[in-house]
């Protein structure tokens, strides 16, 4: 019965460098999600998975980011070539079914800082 | 893009006192979440209500819905020092349809603080 978990819970970088960002999602889940916070906002979408597949990648900032799903389960959001402006929270998030009322379950997330 | 207000953006009170806090939105939803969120990580969902319910009550939270004038309420009674989180309305962006309809939108939260 374990949550959302997320790897790692932080990460420091240097700008230009790349980074991984890994989420568990809840088994038997099919949705996942992926958002960011800056410090003090709210959340901001990044991309959403149902099953493998991301219907939904409005979010994506820049085409610096990425995210791929395998196996209906594990995802990593990757960030290519990362400014300080990447600087956030990432949150990952799963439900049950892609019901729009079904509620989201979160991960911990990662704090990414960029140098 | 549909997106939740909460008012107010810092509330700070007493152990033992209600706690309430608004959600105003734009546009017209299925239904409304509301999530607590302490020192800046994972949000935990706190509940649900639909847009044909008026109220909704778990434990201590009551929470009602107004679709006329498209806002939402969390009330939290006898408040603990374990309460004191970041609160955040959140909703669906379409309305069942098309992609977009299950990611949620969120405001920028409402900042309680009790003091024991």
């Known amino acids: 019965g374990a949550g959302v978990s997320q790897s790692p819970s932080n990460k420091v970088t240097e700008k230009g460098k790349d980074v991984e960002l890994r989420c568990d999602p809840i088994?038997?889940?099919?949705?996942l999600y992926w958002y960011r916070q800056s410090l003090g906002q709210g959340l901001e979408f990044l991309i959403y998975?149902?099953?493998?597949?991301?219907?939904?990648k409005s979010g994506l900032p820049s085409d610096r980011f990425s995210a791929e799903r395998t196996g209906g389960s594990v995802s990593t959001l990757t960030i290519q070539r990362t400014q300080q402006e990447d600087s956030a929270v990432y949150l990952c998030?799963?439900?049950?079914?892609?019901?729009?009322?079904?509620?989201?379950?979160f991960g911990p997330g990662t704090r990414l800082t960029v140098l | 893009s549909q997106q939740g207000e909460e008012d107010p953006q810092a509330l700070s009170i007493q152990e033992g006192e209600n706690a309430t806090m608004n959600c105003s939105y734009k546009?017209?939803?299925?239904?409304l979440q509301w999530y607590r969120q302490n020192s800046g990580r994972g949000l935990v969902h706190l509940i649900l209500?639909?847009?044909?319910?008026r109220e909704k009550h778990s434990g201590r939270l009551r929470v009602t819905l107004d679709t006329s004038k498209k806002s939402s309420s969390l009330l939290i009674t006898a408040s603990r020092a374990a309460d004191t989180a970041s609160y955040f309305c959140?909703?669906?962006?379409?309305?069942?349809?098309?992609?977009?309809?299950?990611?949620?939108?969120f405001g920028k939260g409402t900042k309680l603080s009790v003091i024991p």
């Open positions: 959140a909703m669906p962006r379409g309305v069942y349809s098309g992609a977009g309809s299950y990611q949620l939108t």
């Open positions: 209500i639909r847009s044909n319910e």
């Open positions: 998975f149902q099953g493998n597949s991301a219907p939904d």
């Open positions: 546009t017209s939803i299925n239904n």
């Open positions: 088994s038997g889940h099919t949705a």
């Open positions: 998030a799963s439900s049950f079914g892609t019901s729009g009322g079904a509620p989201q379950y």
